[in-house]
T-cell receptor, first 115, second 117 residues
Framework: SQTIHQWPATLVQPVGSPLSLECTVE??????LYWYRQAAGRGLQLLFY??????ISSEVPQNLSASRPQDRQFILSSKKLLLSDSGFYLC??????????????FGPGTRLTVL | AQKVTQAQTEISVVEKEDVTLDCVYE???????LFWYKQPPSGELVFLIR??????QNEISGRYSWNFQKSTSSFNFTITASQVVDSAVYFC??????????????FGTGTQLKVEL
């Protein structure tokens, strides 16, 4: 079976500091990978997605970047955090096919507070 | 642009009551997919169901049932005989294929369901 891990679970960072959140998936090969942010008010917004190693697509221009150095590893980064980067960050994966029909499976999330 | 509306921000029921969560969507695609997810207090989103636009049959899974009506662009979710463990935020989502593969889920703002004894 497949599992998805995220760390850290919680993070408190000062404004202007760097950020690195990691997500790994086990039990599948060549998954599609996604980063979402859930701000207060519960809405989830897709930030980045990747269909393969080194392939990153950005959905929303922002202070963040993503990388996929290995098949089942997805990293969310920032060089300088802003207050507005606070939120709950969720990584997700889906089976590798197009068509828009695959359900996405989510990790436990990282709660980021920028002070 | 795709849009999902969950007009009910919060619903409170007493255990064993039936409850329906509403979801209305907007899309220009002729082929699309709809999903429901559950987010318990722990925060992790749990996949509940996927429905494609070609299949308007209602679906039942235990105490859960889903009513998909293309004519009204709605995909409602009913919990029968609710239990305290059903307390969570429920999200409806609409899928859109992305260039080169993958799919983007557009989420509604969620409905907080509270089931009390």
């Amino acid at each position: 079976s497949q599992t998805i891990h995220q760390w850290p679970a919680t993070l408190v960072q000062p404004v202007g500091s760097p950020l690195s959140l990691e997500c790994t998936v086990e039990g599948t090969s060549n998954p599609n990978l996604y980063w979402y942010r859930q701000a207060a008010g519960r809405g989830l917004q897709l930030l980045f997605y990747s269909v393969g190693i080194g392939q990153i697509s950005s959905e929303v221009p922002q202070n963040l970047s993503a990388s996929r150095p290995q098949d089942r590893q997805f990293i969310l980064s920032s060089k300088k955090l802003l207050l507005s980067d606070s939120g709950f960050y969720l990584c997700a994966w889906s089976f590798p096919s197009g068509g828009g029909y695959n359900e996405q499976f989510f990790g436990p999330g990282t709660r980021l507070t920028v002070l | 642009a795709q849009k999902v509306t969950q007009a009910q921000t919060e619903i409170s029921v007493v255990e064993k009551e039936d409850v329906t969560l509403d979801c209305v969507y907007e899309t220009r695609d002729t082929t699309y997919y709809l999903f429901w997810y559950k987010q318990p207090p722990s925060g992790e989103l749990v996949f509940l169901i996927r429905r494609n636009s070609f299949d308007e049959q209602n679906e039942i899974s235990g105490r859960y049932s889903w009513n998909f009506q293309k004519s009204t662009s709605s995909f409602n979710f009913t919990i029968t005989a609710s239990q305290v463990v059903d307390s969570a935020v429920y999200f409806c989502a609409l899928s859109e294929a992305r260039p080169g593969g993958g799919n983007k889920l557009t989420f509604g703002t969620g409905t907080q369901l509270k089931v009390e004894l």
